[in-house]
Nanobody, 122 residues
Framework: QVLLVESGGGSVQAGGSLRLSCAVTGNTDGSRYMGWFRQVPGKEREGVAALNGDGTNAMYSTSARGRFTISRDNADNTLFLQMNSLRPEDSAMYYC???????????????WGQGTQVTVSS
C-alpha cells in the first residue's frame, strides 16, 4: 500500500515562509516523479512544482517560480516544498503526488496525499 502524508502547513502572514513535507511509504513502482499541487474550493487543482526521480530537474508554475523550491530526500523517501515570500493568493490546500510522467498536470499522477492547509494573511 502506498501512503503519502503531507505536513508543515499552517497560517502565516504575507511575506513569510513555510516548508511542506511529504513522507512516502510503500512501493510506488514506476511512479518516481513527484509533484506539489494546490487547490482552493471551487477551482481546479493546479500544479505548483514537479521533480524528477533523482532530484536534478524541477519545473515550477509561473506563480511559484523564484519563490518556491521543490526538493527530495530519496534516502528518507520525503519530498519538500520550501515556500518563501508567501502571498494571500497562495492560500490553498496543498497536496503531494507521485506519478509516471514529469508533469504539472494532476491527471498524470497516480498516488496522492490527503493535503495540508496553507493560509496566508495580508
Amino acid at each position: 500500500q502506498v501512503l503519502l502524508v503531507e505536513s508543515g502547513g499552517g497560517s502565516v502572514q504575507a511575506g513569510g515562509s513555510l516548508r511542506l513535507s511529504c513522507a512516502v511509504t510503500g512501493n510506488t513502482d514506476g511512479s518516481r516523479y513527484m509533484g506539489w499541487f494546490r487547490q482552493v474550493p471551487g477551482k481546479e487543482r493546479e500544479g505548483v512544482a514537479a521533480l524528477n526521480g533523482d532530484g536534478t530537474n524541477a519545473m515550477y508554475s509561473t506563480s511559484a517560480r523564484g519563490r518556491f523550491t521543490i526538493s527530495r530526500d530519496n534516502a528518507d523517501n520525503t519530498l519538500f516544498l520550501q515556500m518563501n515570500s508567501l502571498r494571500p493568493e497562495d492560500s490553498a490546500m496543498y497536496y503531494c503526488a507521485a506519478g509516471r510522467v514529469f508533469s504539472k498536470i494532476p491527471g498524470n499522477y497516480d498516488y496522492w496525499g490527503q493535503g495540508t492547509q496553507v493560509t496566508v494573511s495580508s
